[in-house]
């Protein structure tokens, strides 16, 4: 597709189960980033993903939330035994980056998966 | 530490009008200044940029400023347009950390017929 596509776009979940949700970045976007908006509040930074290189993951709330991007392209978000503040909508974008990058970098944002834990 | 605020949770202007949503930063590396809008049930749409090496960025009726100084930047609407309702998130960008933005807590633009 053209854009970024995040599935599933709705979950629902019990506390304590795991969860997955799933990015596509747009086609031969390299940076790959999570994102979380909680009721009210704006926009949180989870992780990032830029080429080959290691993973920024000082935005992860803890140790139960892990991603993973195989290949270069899709990424799992995976939260272990999930909590009720973990309830919120979740963010994948992507951008492209190149080498000497001018300004003009931006990303690109899903319709997020909005995570219901019970 | 919020690094990118948005003290204006919501704003109401009336339609014809201009919308001046504020956006200010703490972290000197910043280089790079986005503002996006979000619909309802929708993830953020980019709408305009600016580098550091500017102060200003016009993109039809939308006009962004950077006040470097005083670390600020403001999102001008004129004239806006019901359609314009929406959430509007200032981001920031240091490039030399490695592309990570910083987004804002959004202001709630909403425009009256």
């Known amino acids: 597709g053209a854009g970024v596509s995040q599935s599933p776009s709705n979950k629902v979940t019990e506390k304590g189960k795991d969860v997955e949700l799933r990015c596509d970045p747009i086609s031969g976007h390299t940076a790959l980033y999570w994102y979380r908006q909680s009721l009210g509040q704006g926009l949180e930074f989870l992780i990032y993903?830029?080429?080959?290189?290691?993973?920024?993951k000082s935005g992860l709330p803890s140790d139960r939330f892990s991603a993973e991007r195989t290949g270069g392209s899709v990424s799992t978000l995976t939260i272990q035994r999930t909590q009720q503040e973990d309830s919120a909508v979740y963010l994948c974008a992507s951008s492209l980056i190149q080498a000497g990058a001018a300004t003009n970098e931006k990303l690109f944002f899903g319709s997020g998966t909005q995570l219901s834990v019970l | 530490d919020q690094q990118v605020k948005q003290n204006s949770p919501s704003l109401s202007v009336q339609e014809g009008r201009i919308s001046i949503l504020n956006c200010d930063y703490t972290?000197?590396?910043?280089?790079?200044f986005l503002w996006y809008k979000k619909y309802p049930a929708e993830g953020p749409t980019f709408l305009i940029s600016?580098?550091?090496?500017?102060d200003k960025n016009e993109d039809g009726r939308f006009t962004v400023f950077l006040n470097k100084s005083a670390k600020h930047l403001s999102l001008h609407i004129v004239p806006s347009q019901p359609g314009d309702s929406a959430v509007y998130f200032c981001?920031?960008?240091?490039?030399?950390?490695?592309?990570?933005?910083?987004f804002g807590p959004g202001t709630r633009l909403s425009v009256l017929p």
């Open positions: 993903f830029q080429g080959n290189s290691a993973p920024d």
């Open positions: 981001a920031a960008s240091a490039r030399n950390y490695g592309q990570n933005f910083v």
């Open positions: 972290n000197s590396m910043f280089d790079y």
């Open positions: 600016i580098s550091s090496i500017k």
